[in-house]
C-alpha cells in the first residue's frame, strides 16, 4: 500500500476536502437544535457546552443538571446572532461540596446555610481553563465536627491553594498535566499563560494570576504522589530513607534485589560487579536565591540528590585542590577553580550505571565552582556504595580517570567518614577507566591502561551513556536555573526517576 506523504494529504485537502469540510464547520457557528435536547421542553435552548460530546444545545435549568458533576465546562450562549461566551456560574450554578455534587441533606434543613455559604467564591484551575464558582459547604458532621473546607475540596479532587478560607484550587488533572508538561520541557510560565488563553483568548492577561500558588501545590501535591507511589503513603510514620523514593536500574546486579539465591557460588562472578559512569553537566546551573531561609525542602536524600546539609560540611572540611596533568591539557581539570559568583551551583555531578544509563540514586551533587575531585569523590563514592555491599567488584568510567584516579585511595584514607565505600569495593576490585570517546583526546600512553576495550569480561560499552541522558536534561535548565534550590532538586529527581522509569520499562 502506497503510503502518502504530509504534502499529498494537503494537496488533497487544498484542492478537494477544504470545501468539503467548510460548510460542516459553518454549522458549529449556529445552535444545532431550537428545543432543548434533554428535556424537549418549551424554555428556549440557548446555551451549549463546549466541553460536552456533541456540543448540543439546552434550556438553562438542564444546564445546570447535567453540570453537577462537570463544574469545570465551558459554555457558550445564543443570543439571536451568535454564541457569547458565558459560565455556568453566570446562569445559576452552586458548587456543591461534599455529595458528589448534590446539595447536603444537611445544609437544605437550614434555609439560610445555602445562602450563607454561596457568597463565598472559589477560583477552580482545570486543564481547560479558570473557573469562578459560588461554594455551598457540607454541613454534615465527622466525630462531631464538620469537615473542613479544605478537606472538602480534597476530596472532589481539588487541591486548596490555602489551607484556611481557601480562595483557589487546582484540579488533579491539571496538577498531572503541569507535571507532565514540565517533563516534556514546557516552561511553568508558559503553561500558565496557556491557561490564559483558553480561558480568555481576547484577553488572556485578564485571567488569574495563579503562577506562585501552582508552583507550591505542585510541589505539594508531587510530594504526596511520589511518596504513595513508593508505598509511604499509607503508614505516615514510616520515613523513605536514602534513595527510597528512587527508581534504579532493574538489570544491574543488587544483592537482597535481584539476585538468585547463591549467586555467590556462581562461578561466573564476572556479571556480578557494578558499572557506573560519572560525568559532570556545566549546563544545569542554579542562580543564589533572594531569600534563601524562605526556601523548603519536602525530601531531601530520598531522591538522585544527596542529602544537602551533610555534602556542605563535607565541602567546608575538605579542601579544594588542583593537581597537575600529566595527560593532555583537560578542559574538566583546567576549569576545576572557575568560580561564577553569581551562581549557587555551577553545575551537577551525577552517576549512572554504565550499561543501561539509570541514573544511580542518592549520587547527584552540585558543583560550587568548576570540576573539582572533592565533589566528583563524594558522588562517586556514594554511587559505588549504593546496593553494591557482597559484590565482586566495580567498574567506575570518567572522562579524566587517568588524572583522578592517581590519589583516589589517598583521598578515601583522609576522609573516611565522608566517602565511605564497602569493603568489598577496594583497590584490588575496583576498576577505572576512560569512555570511547574521551580517550580519543587522551595521551598514547592512557589507551593501554583506560581503554574499556582492555577491561576483561565486561562486555561491550562504550562508557558514554550518561551524554545522551544530559542531550534530554539539558532542556530543562532554562526552567530550573531562576528555582530556589529546593524546587530545582526536586524537579531533578522527577526528571530522573521518569528518565529511570522509561529504562525500566523499554530495557526487554
Known amino acids: 500500500m502506497l503510503v502518502q506523504t504530509a504534502h499529498d494529504h ?3 485537502w487544498k484542492d478537494t476536502h477544504q470545501d468539503a469540510y467548510m460548510p460542516v464547520y459553518l ?4 445552535p444545532r437544535n431550537t428545543k432543548c435536547a434533554t428535556c424537549n421542553g418549551p424554555e428556549p435552548a440557548t446555551i451549549r457546552c463546549i466541553d460536552c460530546f456533541g456540543s448540543l444545545s439546552l434550556c438553562v435549568e438542564c444546564v445546570l443538571e447535567r453540570h453537577q458533576h462537570s463544574p469545570c465546562h465551558r459554555l457558550e450562549k445564543w443570543n439571536g446572532d451568535c454564541f457569547t461566551r458565558t459560565t455556568l456560574m453566570g446562569e445559576g450554578y452552586l458548587l456543591h461540596l461534599g455529595h458528589g455534587g448534590l446539595p447536603c441533606p444537611t445544609a437544605a434543613q437550614d434555609e439560610s446555610t445555602e445562602e450563607e455559604d454561596s ?4 477560583t477552580l484551575v482545570a486543564v481547560n481553563g479558570f473557573f469562578k464558582h459560588k461554594v455551598v459547604w457540607c454541613r454534615c458532621l465527622a466525630g462531631g465536627k464538620r469537615v473542613l473546607s479544605v478537606m472538602q475540596l480534597f476530596r472532589e479532587r481539588l487541591f486548596p491553594a490555602t489551607q484556611k478560607r481557601p480562595e483557589t484550587a487546582f484540579s488533579f488533572d491539571l496538577l498531572d498535566h503541569f507535571w507532565v508538561d514540565m517533563m516534556d520541557k514546557t516552561a511553568n510560565q508558559s503553561f500558565i499563560r496557556k491557561l490564559g488563553h483558553i480561558t480568555n483568548p481576547d484577553f488572556p492577561e485578564d485571567s488569574p494570576q495563579l ?4 508552583m507550591y501545590c505542585s510541589r505539594s501535591y508531587r510530594d504526596l504522589v511520589t511518596r504513595v507511589t513508593f508505598g509511604y503513603g499509607h503508614d505516615t510514620k514510616k520515613e523513605p530513607g536514602v534513595g527510597g523514593l528512587a527508581l534504579f536500574c532493574a538489570a544491574c546486579p543488587q544483592p537482597g534485589y535481584n539476585l538468585p539465591d547463591n549467586w555467590e557460588n556462581d562461578p561466573a562472578q564476572f556479571a556480578y560487579k557494578r558499572q557506573i ?3 559532570g553537566n556545566f549546563n544545569v546551573q542554579n542562580s543564589h536565591s533572594a531569600r534563601p531561609d524562605q526556601d523548603i525542602c519536602l525530601y531531601d536524600s530520598e531522591g538522585y540528590m544527596v542529602a544537602e546539609e551533610p555534602y556542605n560540611k563535607y565541602l567546608l572540611k575538605v579542601p579544594s585542590r588542583k593537581e597537575k596533568s600529566t595527560c593532555r591539557n583537560h578542559k574538566a581539570q583546567n576549569s576545576a577553580e572557575r568560580n561564577p559568583r553569581y551562581l549557587k551551583a555551577s553545575g551537577i555531578a551525577a552517576c549512572a550505571c554504565a550499561r543501561h544509563g539509570c541514573f544511580v540514586p542518592n549520587s547527584v551533587v552540585d558543583f560550587q565552582v568548576g570540576e573539582q575531585q572533592r565533589n566528583v569523590d563524594y558522588s562517586k563514592t556514594r554511587a559505588l556504595s549504593y546496593r553494591t555491599r557482597g559484590l565482586s567488584g566495580a567498574l567506575d568510567i570518567y572522562d579524566i580517570n587517568c588524572q ?3 590519589h583516589f585511595w589517598d583521598r578515601i584514607k583522609k576522609w573516611p567518614k565522608e566517602l565511605v565505600l564497602p569493603d568489598n569495593i577496594n583497590q584490588e576490585t575496583l576498576i577505572f577507566a576512560v569512555g570511547s570517546f574521551h580517550l580519543s583526546a587522551h595521551v598514547p600512553e592512557c589507551f593501554s591502561e583506560f581503554s574499556l576495550h582492555f577491561v576483561n569480561k565486561i562486555g561491550n560499552i562504550d562508557g558514554e ?3 545522551t541522558l544530559w542531550a534530554a536534561f539539558n532542556n530543562i ?3 530550573c536555573r531562576p528555582m530556589t534550590g529546593s524546587q530545582r532538586r526536586e524537579i531533578y529527581d522527577d526528571f530522573m526517576r521518569d528518565s529511570n522509569w522509561k529504562k525500566m520499562v523499554n530495557i526487554g
Open 10 to 12: 494537503l494537496v488533497q
Open 27 to 30: 454549522e458549529h457557528a449556529g
Open 119 to 122: 457568597g463565598h467564591t472559589v
Open 211 to 214: 503562577y506562585h500558588q501552582l
Open 277 to 279: 559512569v560519572n560525568n
Open 404 to 406: 583522578y584516579c592517581k
Open 465 to 467: 551513556i550518561l551524554e
Open 477 to 479: 535548565y532554562t526552567m
